[in-house]
């Protein structure tokens, strides 16, 4: 499984962005979609994701701005980002895995930039 992120770019606070994640291989729709993020000199942390049968969870930082969903027919995952902070801003990275099992696959970084 390959993924593919897209969709970063700089935006005011306040803002909206969409993020994408397309998967190749066939197993999309049986796995776990989910998106994180790591800005400047911190951690990877958890943002959102969404299992096979579409059950959503959410870091608290992110509750009521992001929303995750998935198009298992186009074997994609999105991240719609409502009302950006500044401390919104990182690398955003999605990942796969089996439900339950952790993420076997990861795509590369797409940069979100928040300016205030």
């Known amino acids: 499984v390959q993924l593919q992120a897209y969709g970063g770019g700089l935006v005011q606070a306040g803002g909206s962005l969409r993020l994408s994640c397309a998967a190749s291989?066939?197993?999309?729709?049986?796995?776990?979609m989910a998106w994180f993020r790591q800005a400047p000199g911190k951690q990877r942390e958890f943002v959102a994701r969404?299992?096979?049968?579409?059950?959503?969870n959410y870091a608290d930082s992110v509750k009521g701005r992001f929303a995750i969903s998935r198009d298992n027919a186009k074997s994609t995952t999105y991240l719609q980002m409502n009302s950006l902070k500044p401390e919104d801003t990182a690398d955003y990275y999605c990942?796969?895995?089996?439900?339950?099992?952790?993420?076997?696959?990861w795509g590369q970084g797409t940069l979100v930039t928040v300016s205030s």
């Open positions: 990942a796969s895995g089996r439900d339950g099992y952790g993420y076997d696959y």
């Open positions: 291989g066939s197993i999309f729709s049986r796995n776990t």
């Open positions: 969404i299992t096979s049968g579409g059950t959503t």
